[in-house]
Nanobody, 124 residues
Framework: VQLQASGGGLVQAGGSLRLSCAASGRSFSVYGMGWFRQAPGKEREFVAAIRWGSGTTFYADSVKGRFTVSRDNAKNTVYLQMNNLKPDDTAIYYC??????????????????WGQGTLVTVSS
């Protein structure tokens, strides 16, 4: 399974960006897909995730109300709409794919496949 993330860039505070992550490869099942980020000098942290079948979403407290995660099952693609961006959102954003049922989707250790990361820079 390969994950290709795109959509990062430079934006001013208060602006918006939309990240995409497409999964490809030989037939595979998806339990959920998630977004994580790593800011300079910090640990990678959970941002948002979506359960593939039900569409149930999960968010970190720091992004609730500003970010929206969605998916297109037919395209095996997950999106992250980021609104009202803040300088603290500056980070490399990684998408990940989880095939393990009944996991929480907020833990990095439950994800088996990772994208290459896309840089989001928010200027003040």
């Amino acid at each position: 399974v390969q994950l290709q993330a795109s959509g990062g860039g430079l934006v001013q505070a208060g602006g918006s960006l939309r990240l995409s992550c497409a999964a490809s490869g030989r037939s595979f099942s998806v339990y959920g897909m998630g977004w994580f980020r790593q800011a300079p000098g910090k640990e990678r942290e959970f941002v948002a995730a979506i359960r593939w079948g039900s569409g149930t979403t999960f968010y970190a407290d720091s992004v609730k109300g500003r970010f929206t995660v969605s998916r297109d099952n037919a395209k095996n693609t997950v999106y992250l709409q980021m609104n009202n961006l803040k300088p603290d959102d500056t980070a490399i954003y990684y998408c990940a794919l989880n095939r393990r049922p009944f996991t929480m989707l907020i833990m990095q250790r439950d994800y088996e496949y990772w994208g290459q990361g896309t840089l989001v820079t928010v200027s003040s």
